[in-house]
């Protein structure tokens, strides 16, 4: 049956299982719009083209399915950048469609024209541009296909007004021809059986669990293989509910503001089991001195990683599920209580300096606030942030329990990603609590999507942490460039008031013993509402890993007289 | 040393972009690239030669695959090939000289195409050193103009080249030199 190219973009979306979309209108993507009315797809408007990509991204990353977003040519497209790039880092299925000119107009710098597959080329997985109604279906089926299958990614359909306009015949391709993309699933048997003998004389191990346990749902695998060997498990950032923070194999997080005790597990180990993860920068600190002692196996779906940053001893390149399910039955049970009871003592030297056993002085502490959180939400919630100091907080002090929980902007470090991401996660989880943590510099960047938040009646509770700084930067200022506070100190407006103003209910803590019902307040009140904890100014993220050294060179928190002597 | 790649990609518009973004991206410094048709009409092949440092081919090679339309890539370095470069190059001669240069051209098996009154143009096809050998000799009369192709390049035989990524698109690696288990 013939329909028009808008009716198509619209029929493949309904095939492929879409039921909300993230957009914003204009001239070169309104004949999309319009035809969206005809079927049941719901377009939440966001308030900026890059808000409605972290909002599918945070879609996209609490399903483990594809979110996706719409925006018009030219400058529409190219507010998406950030968030596309964002998604490309952290390996996020989102599909972007953007409009653009009449296919015979292209090249001649029209209205609103940018060559947006040739700016995200660098930035997506794979890209189109769709210049006839005809080609439509194919592209789509394939673009889904690219987005959610191997290492995920995101992928942009740039579509020529006249291709949404003129009509084709509609057949919605069951197969698809791409003999340049086969992901790969099993790992080589050989090698296989190589890392099953590491494995075997392995004294110190430690499992590194990345966004790929997530990504291929081996959760369950992961937590079978690591009891088997009796292997601890250090999460990266994106890593985290991977396995439960209470298994007693947890070493929580690892890298730059990781635990001291699981960066310790990791220098002192003799093998890396790296799975699904890709060696970041903010996880291996300097590489010369890391984990030098450990042999190290990678498990990984893209090749392009092995021996990208760190060189490894055997690659396994596969879909981690497949190979974890490979590999644990020819793996042999071990006995590592030696190292495990050596790990136990590093943790409880690290715990004794934690704040949290600071005595209560009525100072309000962002780990007593996400703490508090936590205990109150039962570590049960969906915790989205920004990027900053509040970020690493969460991460260091919510102990997630179940995967896809947490998201975050790890690669990329977008600011401004909390509010937007935690519209998408709860309208993939409308029943469960959606939280997103947000700093006052981050929150300022995203703040305008307040009004979609009301308009969808999202409903989406805010925990500001306000320190009055870009809290990251004031504190690398304070470490490296000698308190020199360039460009960090930022106010803002009265967040309780600007957030009424929205309609959204608000509440303001500024001494720890406010913190007590502030929580359930947001709990017990329907709809989205904000918290705002006015927190000690100038608080610093401990430990730290300085960029460029080693992995153990923590900057530890000072021990002071306020340590907890009681 | 020079790592010659041959990658078999889809003849689909914007590849070469992909492909050349990807070098700029990755900071892949290419000698030369060359891509042409081949005996499918849907499969168009690229030639490129890149300077190795360290692990450079090979990581070249792990990225290209990321690309959705490369179906194939082999590293023919060392490997028993064919590899030919053309180019025409323009010397500046007088009637005087001009037997010398042609005496030259056939000695290296290269052809005179066209003869003016004061230059001719030398065509050669053969490897690199074959052509800058000659490059070398001519350059004392005045090259007015040269352009080169850049290398092709073909494994002898049925044998193919060697695939440093294992798992890459469904091609398993032939080189195991990545595993040092002892």
């Not at chain 1, 292997?231 to 396995?243: D, F, Q, Y």
């Not at chain 2, 005179?112 to 009369?141: H, N, Q, R, Y």
Request: aromatic content about 6%; charged content about 20%; some cysteine.
């Amino acid at each position: 049956m013939k329909k028009t190219g808008a009716q198509i973009v619209n029929e493949c979306l309904v095939q492929e299982g879409v039921k909300v979309v993230f957009g914003y209108p204009g001239g070169a993507i309104m004949p999309v719009h319009d035809a969206m009315l005809d079927y049941p797809i719901h377009h939440v408007l966001t308030r900026h083209e890059q808000g409605a990509v972290f909002a599918a991204d945070g879609y996209a990353r609490t399903t483990g399915d594809v979110g996706v977003c719409i925006a018009t040519s030219g400058p529409g497209a190219t507010n998406l950048v950030t968030g596309i790039a964002t998604a490309m880092m952290d390996s996020s299925p989102v599909i972007c469609i953007t409009g653009q000119v009449a296919a015979h107009l292209i090249g001649g710098d029209a209205f609103q024209e940018v060559d947006v597959t040739g700016i995200t080329l660098p930035i997506t997985k794979h890209n189109y541009l769709v210049t006839s109604a005809d080609q439509l279906a194919e592209v789509f089926k394939e673009a889904f296909f690219i987005a959610r299958s191997g290492r995920p990614g995101p992928v942009l359909i740039d579509i020529c007004k006249n291709a949404q306009v003129e009509e084709a015949e509609f057949d919605y391709p069951k197969e698809i021809s791409l003999p340049g993309y086969k992901p790969p699933k099993h790992a080589d048997m050989n090698l296989l059986e190589d890392a099953a003998k590491m494995i075997g004389e392995a004294k110190r191990p430690v499992i590194l669990a990345g966004h790929g346990v997530l990504m291929s749902g081996a959760m369950e695998d992961l937590r079978l293989f690591a009891e088997k060997t009796q292997t601890p498990v250090a999460m990266t950032l994106l890593g985290l509910g991977s396995i439960p923070a209470s298994h007693p194999y947890s070493l929580g997080m690892m890298g730059m503001h990781g635990e001291a005790y699981c960066n310790q597990a990791i220098q002192n180990s003799d093998l890396l089991l790296a799975f699904g993860m890709r060696f970041d920068d903010r996880v291996t600190g300097h590489l010369r001195t890391y984990a030098p002692r450990a042999r190290k196996i990678h498990v990984e779906i893209d090749p392009s990683e092995i021996d990208k940053n760190v060189e490894v001893d055997v690659p396994l390149v596969g879909d981690l599920k497949t190979v974890l399910e490979d590999i644990t039955p020819i793996v042999s049970p071990k006995d590592n209580e030696e190292w495990l009871d050596q790990i136990k003592e590093w943790r409880e030297e690290t715990e004794a300096r934690d704040i949290l056993s600071w005595p209560d002085e009525e100072k309000l502490h962002s780990a007593h606030v996400i703490r508090d959180f936590w205990q109150k939400t039962g570590g049960d919630s969906i915790v989205t942030t920004g990027v900053g100091q509040h970020q690493m907080w969460a991460a260091q002090y919510y102990q997630f329990e179940q995967p896809y929980k947490f998201i975050t902007s790890g690669g990329a470090g977008t600011m401004g990603f909390g509010l937007p991401s935690a519209l998408g996660a709860w309208f993939a989880n409308p029943d469960k609590e959606v939280w997103t943590v947000e700093g006052d510099g981050s929150f300022q960047m995203s703040l305008n999507e307040l009004a979609t938040v009301v308009q969808e009646g999202a409903n989406i509770k805010i925990l500001l942490i306000n320190n009055s700084y870009l809290g990251m930067v004031r504190q690398w200022q304070e470490f490296f460039f000698d308190k020199r506070y360039a460009a960090t100190p930022i106010t803002g407006p009265d967040f309780v008031k600007l957030s009424e103003a929205y309609g959204v209910p608000a509440k303001r803590v500024t001494k720890s013993g406010d913190m007590e019902n502030a929580i359930e307040f947001a709990q017990n009140t329907p709809g989205p509402v904000l918290i705002e904890y006015q927190v000690e100014k100038e608080e610093s993220v401990y430990p730290m890993v300085p960029a460029g050294a080693a992995l153990d060179e923590m900057i530890r928190r000072p021990i002071t007289q306020k340590k907890a002597s009681s | 040393m020079q790592h010659t790649l041959i990658a078999k990609v889809e003849n689909k518009p914007g590849v070469l972009n992909r492909v050349a973004s990807l070098f700029r991206r990755r900071n892949f410094n290419i000698e030369s690239l060359n891509v042409g048709q081949t005996e499918n009409p849907d499969i168009s092949r690229m030639t490129i030669v890149v300077e190795n440092k360290g692990n450079n081919a090979k990581i070249v090679e792990a990225n290209l695959y990321k690309l959705v339309n490369v179906i194939d890539v082999q590293d023919l370095t060392n490997q028993p090939t064919v590899t030919r470069d053309l180019a025409l190059i323009k010397v500046k001669v007088d009637a005087i000289k001009r037997a010398e240069v042609v005496n030259l051209a056939n000695i290296f098996r290269a052809k005179i195409v066209d003869v003016a009154s004061d230059s001719v143009i030398v065509e050669i096809a053969g490897t690199e050193e074959k052509i800058e050998g000659l490059v070398e000799l001519l350059s004392p009369f005045g090259i007015l103009e040269m352009v080169r192709t850049g290398q092709v390049a073909m494994m002898r035989g049925d044998s193919p080249g060697v695939r440093h990524t294992p798992g890459a698109n469904g091609h398993q690696s032939n080189n195991n030199k990545n595993t040092k288990v002892n």
